[in-house]
């Protein structure tokens, strides 16, 4: 069944079935992707995709459902779903179908030229990728992995109060891990590029990155266990403020899951730090004039020259603190009920080259790399203890890889410790519906793990 | 799930360009979410997940193809997509497939669209109230109970013709313990390849009330120390260290163009003498089981490790051409939107000698890690992390007070090496394992073991 066939049919049946609010979302996905090894293509991956998912209010309660086969016997399945979950639901935060009208702001997240570029453009590309990562550096043995794809998503909002919200984006997507080989020992690094214009790509650029992040981590060793004085680069402290963005939802405020609790208009951290929501930025990938209820989105900063300005909300969220949406209820998928987090989500970047903060940072560790955020970082406690790699840093200069090491700290600490802010701000793979950047922050101390 | 000749249709249409091997995937699969916070049932998701993902090979080349219409039209066109990246395309080639019906070794009593709301809101509920109660320290509850009912069709140009049907039950619980400063929390999560019967033996009330044991545990602990040290790590989920040193190490994924620190070393010795190591996808009923794999290949008991000596990896069918191997039964993926790969199913070390005291009178100064947290691994380089979610101090061969923040690091081919003692009591606990074919159930285990040396880092 064709979808606008199959929601005219669902919102007729929920009508039959009593149903006054309930709500359709649905994406559409179009992708493209190939991985190269040894100069051939390895995997060639081609899928077109949809899901919807069906929500309504029944006695006050939110049922859900969704389903990725548009046929008769999955509007059954919906209805008969949304009615019997609402049923045995007993939640006294009541969530509400979106009614008020809303105003969009206009959003270009499409480039019409990338839809129209050709696989074997992207194919003699990526090889190319490969080809360049190989000839890189002699020290290149494999290239552990070599991918391009494109990514189209079309995602809609329509419901029972005549809220029709529909939003497409696509983009570019280009990763090299080459091996290079020092001794007997091996080593990896990985660049990508997330780009809306394939002009953007530039293989042999993207390669030598790649190839130069393996090879400056040639030798690396633990340092002696104890406190450093610490650069994080732009790209492990997005990948912190990733992993901690949990705390800044007021749905995780008002249940209890957030430290942050109690500190809003107070100041949390260092001044120099402003963290920013921006859902209409040109570039991001979270990028929507609406958010997961059809709610018309906005840019906002939510913590100011270090003072907390607002948590972020859904509709249901806004109402139990009795404030305004911010616009940030999220839907990663048609089969994920409403939560709360943010867009694209960024520490603003400061003044200083990265250069200069190495040589504030004078004797300490610069950190490039963390593992283990899913597991090694508590949201709820703001704890970490992450594996780490990067370089011991001496007298403002880079001067030896390190390896096996671990960083531990607290991430509400960290925020406070914030010393000087990079102009480097850098945004990191995309998780869920949000997207993270950071500048390097020089941080003040974190606990090592080492030798 | 399709008829037989719409099936043969499509996987001689996707052979017409000059593949060597075509295989259809069909899954239609139903899965349940409750989910309780502060006492009260806050969100219930019903879903219908339903697609067809169509694979080609050229010798080691792989297309792959998935869609969610299963019309005619629609497939016909998907492995149209399919073949032509490989070429020109020819005839269609006509396939003969034989149907075969796999022995369920994992039978269900009660599976979940059976088992009304209510039903698993007074399992939800049972483990709330014990967890809690526990301790007025406990500020906050989450439990979440998912099902799913899964339903696969597998055919390929070989001649197979197969279908199968996995059910899981699981329930989470998390935590929270606070002292109005700083949070600690404590998790559990049972589960396995059964309905609800799962709870004629797994209690919500003991699960409950261990997680909160856990956060109050960690809310009084103090910070773990940092350095190198002999840890005792105990069983069940602890079994998680394997699962990240080694086992993704041991999967073909990694082995087949060399990028693992164990590639070529079958027949040598890369681990001490006292492990020995198993991934068994057979086990009746646990979370990690399979009849067959996602390739249709009956899953087996694979001993990856025998007495230090590397004895096998896990392999799929793709990466069983390049290696020049068959498929242990491992080819595994989330669903449809993936291509299958080697993954593991129940991982474990296998019993050993050690008793449990002598392992912790052994150690004079170190970490007695009690439960574990997730972990990963670059299987590139060997480096692996994992956290400890409840841990406490060694002294004298005598356990101590309760460390928090502790996590584990370390190179898989290093750590092998060091698992110096071994216990006799095998336990395993259940993980939802991420790589590149998605997300998916899997079991690890282990008796408790010794690791003479092992960098913990901690504050």
């Given at each position: 069944?064709?979808?606008?066939?199959?929601?005219?049919l669902?919102?007729?049946?929920?009508?039959?079935?009593?149903?006054?609010?309930?709500?359709?979302?649905?994406?559409?996905?179009?992708?493209?992707?190939?991985?190269?090894?040894?100069?051939?293509?390895?995997?060639?991956?081609?899928?077109?995709?949809?899901?919807?998912?069906?929500?309504?209010?029944?006695?006050?309660q939110?049922?859900?459902?969704?389903?990725?086969?548009?046929?008769?016997?999955?509007?059954?399945?919906?209805?008969?779903?949304?009615?019997?979950?609402?049923?045995?639901?007993?939640?006294d935060?009541?969530?509400?179908?979106?009614?008020?009208?809303?105003?969009?702001?206009?959003?270009?997240?499409?480039?019409?030229?990338?839809?129209?570029?050709?696989?074997?453009?992207?194919?003699?590309?990526?090889?190319?990728?490969e080809?360049?990562?190989?000839k890189?550096?002699?020290?290149?043995v494999?290239?552990?992995?070599?991918?391009?794809?494109?990514?189209?998503?079309?995602?809609?909002?329509?419901?029972?109060?005549?809220?029709?919200?529909?939003?497409?984006?696509?983009?570019?997507?280009?990763?090299?891990?080459?091996?290079?080989?020092?001794?007997?020992?091996?080593?990896?690094?990985?660049?990508?590029?997330?780009?809306?214009?394939?002009?953007?790509?530039?293989?042999t650029?993207?390669?030598?990155?790649?190839?130069?992040?393996?090879?400056?981590?040639?030798?690396?060793?633990?340092?002696?266990?104890?406190?450093?004085?610490?650069?994080?680069?732009?790209?492990?402290?997005?990948?912190?403020?990733?992993?901690?963005?949990?705390?800044?939802?007021?749905?995780?405020?008002?249940?209890?899951?957030?430290?942050?609790?109690?500190?809003?208009?107070?100041?949390?951290?260092?001044?120099?730090?402003?963290?920013?929501?921006?859902?209409?930025?040109?570039?991001?990938?979270?990028?929507?004039?609406?958010?997961?209820?059809?709610?018309?989105?906005?840019?906002?900063?939510?913590?100011?020259?270090?003072?907390?300005?607002?948590?972020?909300?859904?509709?249901?969220?806004?109402?139990l603190?009795?404030?305004?949406?911010?616009?940030?209820?999220?839907?990663?998928?048609?089969?994920?009920?409403?939560?709360?987090?943010?867009?694209?989500?960024?520490?603003?970047?400061?003044?200083?080259?990265?250069?200069?903060?190495?040589?504030?940072?004078?004797?300490?560790?610069?950190?490039?790399?963390?593992?283990?955020?899913?597991?090694?970082?508590?949201?709820?406690?703001?704890?970490?203890?992450?594996a780490?790699?990067?370089?011991?840093?001496?007298?403002?200069?880079?001067?030896?890889?390190?390896?096996?090491?671990?960083?531990?700290?607290?991430?509400?600490?960290?925020?406070?410790?914030?010393?000087?802010?990079?102009?480097?701000?850098?945004?990191?793979?995309?998780?869920?519906?949000?997207?993270?950047?950071?500048?390097?922050?020089?941080?003040?101390?974190?606990?090592?793990?080492?030798? | 799930?399709?008829?037989?000749?719409?099936?043969?249709?499509?996987?001689?249409?996707?052979?017409?360009?000059?593949?060597?091997?075509?295989?259809?995937?069909?899954?239609?699969?139903?899965?349940?979410?409750?989910?309780?916070?502060?006492?009260?049932?806050?969100?219930?998701?019903?879903?219908?997940?339903?697609?067809?993902?169509?694979?080609?090979?050229?010798?080691?080349?792989?297309?792959?193809?998935?869609?969610?219409?299963?019309?005619?039209?629609?497939?016909?066109?998907c492995?149209?997509?399919?073949?032509?990246?490989?070429?020109q395309?020819?005839?269609?080639?006509?396939?003969?497939?034989?149907?075969?019906?796999?022995?369920?070794?994992?039978?269900?009593?009660?599976?979940?669209?059976?088992?009304?709301?209510?039903?698993?809101?007074?399992?939800?509920?049972?483990?709330?109230?014990?967890?809690?109660?526990?301790?007025?320290?406990?500020?906050?509850?989450?439990?979440?109970?998912?099902?799913?009912?899964?339903?696969?069709?597998?055919?390929?140009?070989?001649?197979?013709?197969?279908?199968?049907?996995?059910?899981?039950?699981?329930?989470?619980?998390?935590?929270?313990?606070?002292?109005?400063?700083?949070?600690?929390?404590?998790?559990?999560?049972?589960?396995?390849?059964?309905?609800?019967?799962i709870?004629?033996?797994?209690?919500?009330?003991?699960?409950?009330?261990?997680?909160?044991?856990?956060?109050?545990?960690?809310?009084?602990?103090?910070?773990?120390?940092?350095?190198?040290?002999?840890?005792?790590?105990?069983?069940?989920?602890?079994?998680?260290?394997?699962?990240?040193?080694?086992?993704?190490?041991?999967?073909?994924?990694?082995?087949?163009?060399?990028?693992?620190?164990?590639?070529?070393?079958?027949?040598?010795?890369?681990?001490?003498?006292?492990?020995?190591?198993?991934?068994?996808?057979?086990?009746?009923?646990?979370?990690?089981?399979?009849?067959?794999?996602?390739?249709?290949?009956?899953?087996?008991?694979?001993?990856?490790?025998?007495?230090?000596?590397?004895?096998?990896?896990?392999?799929?069918?793709?990466?069983?051409?390049?290696m020049?191997?068959?498929?242990?039964?491992?080819?595994?993926?989330?669903?449809?939107?993936?291509?299958?790969?080697?993954?593991?199913?129940?991982?474990?070390?296998?019993?050993?000698?050690?008793?449990?005291?002598?392992?912790?009178?052994s150690?004079?100064?170190?970490?007695y890690?009690?439960?574990?947290?997730?972990?990963?691994?670059?299987?590139?380089?060997?480096?692996?992390?994992?956290?400890?979610?409840?841990?406490?101090?060694?002294?004298?061969?005598?356990?101590?007070?309760?460390?928090?923040?502790?996590?584990?690091?370390?190179k898989?081919?290093?750590i092998l090496?060091?698992?110096?003692?071994?216990?006799?009591?095998?336990?395993?606990g259940?993980?939802?394992?991420?790589?590149?074919?998605?997300?998916?159930?899997?079991?690890?285990?282990?008796?408790?073991?010794?690791?003479?040396?092992?960098?913990?880092?901690?504050?």
């Open positions: 069944m064709e979808l606008m066939e199959f929601k005219k669902l919102f007729l049946k929920a009508e039959e079935k009593g149903l006054k609010e309930y709500e359709i979302f649905y994406s559409k996905g179009e992708n493209f992707s190939i991985s190269i090894y040894e100069g051939e293509i390895d995997k060639y991956s081609v899928s077109s995709s949809m899901g919807l998912g069906f929500r309504a209010l029944v006695n006050g939110m049922g859900y459902g969704y389903t990725e086969k548009l046929d008769e016997e999955s509007i059954e399945f919906l209805l008969n779903s949304v009615i019997d979950n609402a049923g045995n639901m007993d939640s935060e009541k969530e509400n179908i979106n009614s008020l009208s809303q105003k969009y702001r206009e959003l270009d997240s499409y480039n019409k030229t990338l839809e129209k570029v050709v696989p074997a453009e992207k194919i003699g590309l990526a090889l190319e990728l080809k360049e990562a190989k890189a550096s002699d020290k290149v494999t290239i552990r992995s070599c991918s391009l794809g494109t990514y189209t998503e079309e995602k809609g909002i329509f419901n029972s109060y005549g809220i029709e919200a529909i939003h497409k984006s696509n983009f570019l997507f280009a990763a090299v891990t080459p091996i290079v080989k020092e001794g007997d020992e091996i080593y990896d690094g990985t660049s990508y590029l997330i780009a809306k214009d394939i002009k953007e790509l530039k293989p650029v993207l390669a030598k990155e790649a190839v130069k992040e393996a090879l400056s981590r040639i030798g690396g060793e633990a340092v002696q266990s104890g406190k450093y004085k610490v650069v994080l680069r732009n790209d492990v402290a997005g990948e912190l403020l990733a992993t901690f963005s949990g705390a800044f939802s007021g749905d995780n405020v008002h249940k209890g899951l957030s430290l942050l609790k109690g500190k809003e208009n107070t100041i949390i951290c260092s001044e120099k730090v402003t963290l920013v929501d921006d859902p209409l930025m040109a570039e991001g990938l979270a990028s929507s004039p609406f958010d997961g209820e059809g709610v018309a989105t906005y840019k906002k900063a939510v913590i100011e020259k270090g003072r907390l300005m607002t948590f972020l909300h859904n509709l249901k969220t806004a109402e603190f009795g404030v305004k949406t911010t616009g940030n209820a999220s839907r990663p998928s048609y089969a994920s009920s409403i939560g709360v987090a943010p867009s694209n989500f960024y520490f603003e970047a400061g003044n200083e080259t990265f250069e200069e903060l190495l040589y504030e940072l004078k004797e300490g560790l610069l950190i490039s790399d963390i593992a283990g955020t899913h597991a090694g970082a508590n949201p709820i406690t703001g704890d970490f203890s992450l780490a790699k990067g370089f011991y840093v001496s007298e403002g200069k880079v001067v030896k890889a390190v390896e096996q090491i671990t960083i531990s700290g607290n991430f509400f600490q960290l925020l406070k410790d914030i010393l000087a802010i990079g102009k480097d701000l850098k945004f990191i793979l995309p998780s869920g519906s949000s997207y993270y950047g950071s500048p390097s922050l020089l941080i003040k101390e974190l606990s090592v793990a080492g030798k | 799930m399709l008829p037989k000749s719409l099936i043969k249709d499509v996987l001689g249409r996707a052979l017409s360009s000059g593949g060597d091997f075509a295989e259809i995937f069909v899954e239609d699969k139903i899965s349940n979410s409750l989910s309780m916070i502060d006492g009260k049932m806050e969100k219930i998701v019903s879903g219908r997940d339903f697609g067809v993902g169509i694979r080609i090979f050229k010798g080691f080349r792989c297309i792959y193809v998935y869609c969610n219409d299963s019309s005619r039209n629609a497939l016909l066109e492995a149209e997509k399919a073949a032509s990246a490989l070429g395309m020819n005839n269609d080639l006509s396939i003969n497939l034989t149907e075969r019906i796999n022995p369920n070794i994992h039978p269900v009593l009660y599976v979940p669209s059976s088992v009304e709301n209510s039903r698993k809101i007074k399992v939800i509920k049972t483990a709330y109230d014990a967890a809690k109660s526990y301790s007025e320290e406990i500020t906050q509850v989450l439990v979440n109970y998912i099902d799913w009912d899964q339903k696969v069709l597998i055919a390929n140009s070989e001649g197979l013709l197969t279908e199968d049907r996995r059910i899981r039950t699981r329930l989470a619980i998390r935590s929270v313990a606070s002292n109005g400063v700083e949070n600690q929390t404590g998790a559990e999560g049972p589960g396995a390849a059964k309905g609800y019967e709870f004629e033996t797994v209690d919500p009330e003991y699960y409950g009330k261990e997680a909160s044991r856990t956060a109050v545990t960690m809310l009084h602990a103090r910070n773990c120390p940092a350095g190198p040290m002999t840890v005792a790590i105990e069983n069940g989920f602890g079994g998680v260290i394997f699962h990240e040193a080694c086992g993704h190490s041991l999967e073909a994924t990694a082995v087949a163009k060399g990028n693992s620190v164990f590639a070529g070393k079958l027949g040598l010795k890369i681990a001490s003498d006292k492990v020995t190591a198993i991934d068994d996808g057979t086990e009746p009923g646990q979370w990690g089981s399979l009849n067959i794999d996602d390739e249709g290949t009956p899953t087996r008991k694979n001993i990856l490790i025998e007495n230090g000596i590397l004895k096998g990896y896990m392999i799929d069918m793709l990466n069983g051409r390049r020049g191997m068959a498929s242990t039964g491992s080819g595994r993926r989330q669903s449809y939107r993936y291509a299958p790969t080697s993954r593991m199913t129940n991982t474990y070390i296998a019993p050993g000698e050690d008793s449990n005291e002598d392992i912790i009178a150690i004079s100064e170190g970490l890690a009690k439960k574990m947290g997730g972990g990963s691994v670059n299987t590139v380089t060997g480096e692996f992390n994992f956290a400890v979610a409840e841990g406490y101090l060694i002294k004298n061969g005598v356990i101590q007070e309760p460390v928090r923040g502790a996590s584990l690091i370390g898989g081919a290093d090496m060091k698992i110096d003692m071994v216990g006799k009591d095998l336990a395993c259940q993980g939802m394992c991420g790589s590149v074919s998605g997300s998916i159930p899997t079991n690890v285990g282990q008796p408790l073991i010794r690791v003479s040396e092992i960098t913990v880092g901690g504050r």
